[in-house]
C-alpha cells in the first residue's frame, strides 16, 4: 500500500513562500496522478492542486497564480511551491495519488499521511 510523507511546512508572514514536498513509497508512482489538499480548523478538508502523470496541471481558484505543482517522477516525489501566502492559506496540507484527480472532486481516499503544517501569520 501507498505510504505518503509530507515536509516543508513551517511559520511565515503573510506574503511569504514555501516550498513542500512529498514522498510517495510504493509501485507505479509515474502512472498516478497526485494532488495538494489542505484542511484548516473547523473545515472540509478541500483540493488545491493536481497534476496528472503526464504533467497537466490544475488549481483551486484561490491558489491560483501563486501555487505551483509539480512532480519528480524519478524520486517518487510531488512538489508545491507556494508564494505570495495569504493568512487563509493556513491549514494542515496533505498530498496523495490516484488514477485519475481532478479539482472538482475531493476523492475518496483509502489514507492519508501526516500532513505538514502551513501557518500565516504576521
Known amino acids: 500500500q501507498v505510504q505518503l510523507v509530507e515536509s516543508g511546512g513551517g511559520l511565515v508572514q503573510p506574503g511569504g513562500s514555501l516550498r513542500l514536498s512529498c514522498v510517495v513509497s510504493?509501485?507505479?508512482?509515474?502512472?498516478?496522478?497526485m494532488g495538494w489538499y489542505r484542511q484548516a480548523p473547523g473545515k472540509e478538508r478541500e483540493v488545491v492542486a493536481v497534476?496528472?502523470?503526464?504533467?497537466?496541471?490544475d488549481y483551486a481558484d484561490s491558489v491560483k497564480g501563486r501555487f505551483t505543482i509539480s512532480r519528480d517522477n524519478a524520486k517518487n516525489t510531488g512538489y508545491l511551491e507556494m508564494v505570495s501566502l495569504k493568512p487563509e492559506d493556513t491549514a494542515v496540507y496533505y498530498c496523495?495519488?490516484?488514477?485519475?484527480?481532478?479539482?472538482?472532486?475531493?476523492?475518496?481516499?483509502?489514507?492519508w499521511g501526516q500532513g505538514t503544517q502551513v501557518t500565516v501569520s504576521s
Open positions: 496523495n495519488v490516484g488514477l485519475d484527480l481532478t479539482i472538482q472532486t475531493m476523492a475518496e481516499f483509502v489514507s
Open positions: 510504493g509501485s507505479f508512482f509515474s502512472i498516478y496522478a
Open positions: 497534476i496528472s502523470n503526464s504533467g497537466t496541471t
